[in-house]
């Protein structure tokens, strides 16, 4: 770990980190600058420029510029010691081998899901039934305690386990007894997320940012999305054959997704949060879409059954027709 913020910047520069991050440029001049669309706020003419010998950008349409840390705060969100980190995090994946321990990880809750019945009671239970579509998203399971001899005897030391707290000081795993969904932006790991199949503490993740829309890589193609809440409404609604939709980890987007679902003024996006019975869910729902109405998308709201969220909506028997009627009938508010 590196806490010297001019080592970080010498270690990974601007425009590698752009690039990491899907951001398109061209050079301009001898190569030293390159413009793009500013990563900051929907836009649709190139107005971010990056000087990668400078190690600086500038938009001359939002007026802000800066290094490295000053664009990741504003990209991201953080305060600059969580800046700090997640850099750190930024190298890591590619000095030391994290993406692929990682990736082992998820392999092995994979394979964990065969000998496991009562993970299969508990994804039979939400409605999910189809094995190819739990292959499709690498859904897992991790019953505790067998990860860290798994990745130990592959040669990954302990404290690069404890650093990416896939175990705890202790030595035990951070998954007990969870159904696992690992999370990928553009290809490489951003996080896992595991969901308790008894109730306690259901909702965990690996403590790094929540990255971006899930399969944003496949569903941003799409003239229209669906966004959910969580990782089970999308499961059922790809599993039934809405497979435009993506999901946020939540009601509340960050910036940087927000930026995604923005990214294409042509979009229709169709918001299915949950619609609990004190309505958080849906006032969650009307906020962003005025949001995405304000930079120009098309915003509707599905309405479902009170009470339910995609989820409990297929698990109490609806089919790709009843979803789609409530679709037909999202309105604009
Ligand atoms: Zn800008």
Partial sequence: MSHNPQDLKQRLSMLEYLQRH???????????????????????????????VKNVFYCHGCGRGGDLIR????????????TIAHLNNELGLSATGEDAVLKET???????????????????????????????????YAPGGTLRRHLTSMGYSFELLLQLRLID???????????????????????????????????RFLPCPKGELFAWNTVGASPEVILVEGLFDLAVLWQAGFVNTTCAFGTHLTPAQFLQLSDNPTRKVFIAFDSDPNGAGQSAARSLAQQLRSVGL????????EGQDPN???????TWADFNRHLYRAHSL
């Fill in 312 to 318: 409990d909506y297929f698990v109490s028997g609806a």
């Fill in 169 to 203: 000081q202790r030595g035990h795993d951070a998954f007990y007894r969870r159904i696992i969904f690992p999370c990928f932006d553009g290809g490489r790991f951003s996080n896992i997320y595991g969901r308790s199949i008894d109730n306690s503490a259901p909702h």
């Fill in 298 to 305: 098309k915003a509707c709201i599905v309405d479902l059954p």
């Fill in 71 to 82: 664009f990741v705060q504003l990209y991201l969100n953080l305060s600059f010691q969580e």
């Fill in 106 to 140: 998820a392999a092995f809750y994979q394979h964990q899901l065969d000998g496991h019945s009562e993970a299969w009671d508990y994804l039979y239970s939400r409605g999910l039934h189809d094995p190819s579509l739990i292959r499709q998203l690498n859904i897992g």
């Fill in 22 to 52: 899907s951001w398109k440029a061209r050079p301009i001049g001898a190569h030293e600058e390159f413009v793009g669309l500013c990563p900051l706020h929907p836009e649709s003419h190139p107005s971010f420029y990056v000087n990668a």
